[in-house]
């Protein structure tokens, strides 16, 4: 039967200064960057995009649906046309007298950084959607968590509702731009998959170490037994050229396995949105493969890696997906 996943969570469009080599020093000065280019972005964009171009590269049985909010002007438009091209069901609410949430990115070799107005995103609701479009699919992916102030309101009910009727479900957190990075411990019960880069994973886990007056951020597996101890199933950590490692709680001895996946080495071009493309595929072959980690991981660590070849986050190129295929790396 042909699998269905659903991500829901943030829409940006992006505007990507390239190659910059530094950052400016201070206000009132300037900086070179080699290009700057136009893109539709946010997590829940780039994930669904990664997603359906993975799934059909791999022909896998597999559909993927959008749910997100943009503003009625040409952005929000713009955004739509890349999620159509990519044949990605288009469940988006077009909110009218509402603007479309967009980024300025400055990107150079190593990292990337964000300006960003979240625009309609920041009040879209839960109730925004047909409860039926949410809840029609197998699995349930929020993307961009703390960037979507006001899908947190329901949030855990959603994620217990889609539980109750069997949709498994995972989480991408994004940074918190506010620095509190709150929120997750409550859902975590309610989440099979968080997917999270090292430096996320410390601070979510954060709180939970001055509380426990200990300094475990150097010990990955420390940080992630805190989230499993918060109820989450498998912690999926990101570590850019370095590949991903999957963890999962055993729910009767406690014991947490983990299951790694090393990357290719590729010339780096962006690092936007490595992440939601690693997410992205890897979630497709989980549920293809019936939960199948190694399989999984493979699937993430090669799209992200190929991802990362090209300039902005929803850009997915066959051409990098083929090459990447033809060099998987040894673990």
Known sequence: MRKRLSVIGDIYFDII???VEKLPSKWSTDTLATSIIQRAGGSSLNTSIHASHYGQFRNRDIDTIN??????DDFGLSCRKELSRAKVIDKVIMKSGHRTGSCIVLTGLQDRCFVTDRGCINDMKIDWFNLNDIL????LHVAGYFNCSGLKENLQELLSTAQNRGISTSLNPQYDASGKWLGLQELCPYLDIITCNEDELKHITANKQQELNTNTEENIIDLVRILCDWGCKIVVVTMGSKGATAYKKDPLNGTVTATSQAAPQVDVTDTTGAGDAFAGAFLV??????GDLSQALLAGVLAGSAAVMSIGGSVCNRDHLEWVSNHKPAN
Do not use: Y
């Not at 749910?67 to 009625?72: H, I, N, R, T, Y």
């Not at 029609?136 to 699995?139: L, M």
């Open 17 to 19: 200064a390239t190659g």
């Open 67 to 72: 749910l997100s909010a943009v503003g009625d």
């Open 136 to 139: 029609q699919t197998d699995h």
């Open 285 to 290: 072959d989980w549920l293809c493969f019936e």
